[in-house]
């Protein structure tokens, strides 16, 4: 009955899919189930390749200010703006064979765009990119050697990397207690 108590108000959840709006209404949709169900502490398996980077920060800012605390776990790959969205955790976790690839802003411009539509192409990027690294340097520690690999290349980490960097707290798997609920968000 003990264990039954501790777990009062934990819920488990899967998220998965490319960050985009689709996404952030998920995560609308499933925080007001949230509220209604008295979830204090939800408990997300997060699988995402990437999406849009101002999908990413709406759902990193509006995770971070719900009345509830978000564990993160990343079972096999979390990377590009999902990194930020994972970021949210107020506890964040990876299985050992989990990876993480954290990368600038990219973005293609149509053939035969004009130097003034790339220029403003480029100005959007480096917004993007200040804003998301404002994210990381709030979390995680990297090293010099970390930011110069991210200023010009992919910056892959593996679980035991990660926790040296505080990108999560430490290796464990998302294993939800027999008998509870997994929603999918």
Same mark, same amino acid.
């Given at each position: 009955?003990?264990?039954?108590?501790?777990?009062? #108000?934990?819920?488990?959840?899967?998220?998965?899919? *490319? !960050?985009?709006?689709?996404?952030?209404? &998920?995560?609308?949709?499933?925080?007001?189930?949230?509220?209604?169900?008295?979830?204090? *502490?939800?408990?997300?398996?997060?699988?995402?390749?990437? #999406?849009? !980077?101002?999908?990413?920060?709406?759902?990193?800012?509006?995770?971070?200010?719900?009345?509830? &605390?978000?564990?993160?776990?990343?079972?096999?790959?979390?990377?590009?703006?999902?990194?930020?969205?994972?970021?949210?955790?107020?506890? &964040?976790?990876?299985?050992?064979?989990?990876?993480?690839?954290? =990368?600038?802003? =990219?973005?293609?411009?149509?053939? #035969?765009?004009?130097?003034?539509?790339? &220029?403003?192409?480029?100005? #959007?990027?480096?917004?993007?990119?200040?804003?998301?690294?404002?994210?990381?340097?709030? =979390?995680?520690?990297?090293?010099?050697?970390?930011?110069?690999?991210?200023?010009?290349?992919?910056?892959?980490?593996?679980?035991?990397?990660?926790?040296?960097?505080?990108?999560? *707290?430490?290796?464990?798997?998302?294993?939800?207690?027999?008998?509870?609920?997994?929603?999918?968000?």
């Amino acid at each position: 009955m003990e264990d039954q108590d501790k777990l009062q #108000g934990h819920s488990w959840f899967t998220l998965s899919g *490319d !960050v985009n709006s689709d996404m952030v209404h &998920r995560m609308f949709d499933a925080a007001a189930d949230m509220s209604e169900d008295m979830v204090t *502490d939800a408990h997300v398996l997060l699988q995402s390749n990437g #999406g849009y !980077v101002s999908d990413g920060i709406c759902l990193y800012n509006y995770m971070s200010n719900l009345p509830v &605390r978000f564990h993160l776990y990343n079972a096999g790959a979390v990377a590009s703006i999902a990194v930020i969205v994972f970021l949210a955790g107020h506890k &964040r976790y990876a299985s050992s064979t989990a990876r993480f690839m954290v =990368h600038k802003s =990219h973005a293609s411009a149509p053939s #035969g765009a004009r130097p003034d539509a790339l &220029r403003i192409i480029v100005e #959007g990027l480096q917004a993007d990119d200040a804003r998301t690294e404002e994210i990381l340097r709030s =979390h995680v520690q990297f090293s010099e050697e970390h930011w110069r690999t991210h200023a010009y290349s992919d910056l892959h980490l593996t679980a035991a990397e990660a926790v040296k960097v505080n990108m999560i *707290d430490k290796v464990s798997d998302f294993r939800p207690p027999p008998g509870r609920r997994i929603t999918n968000i």
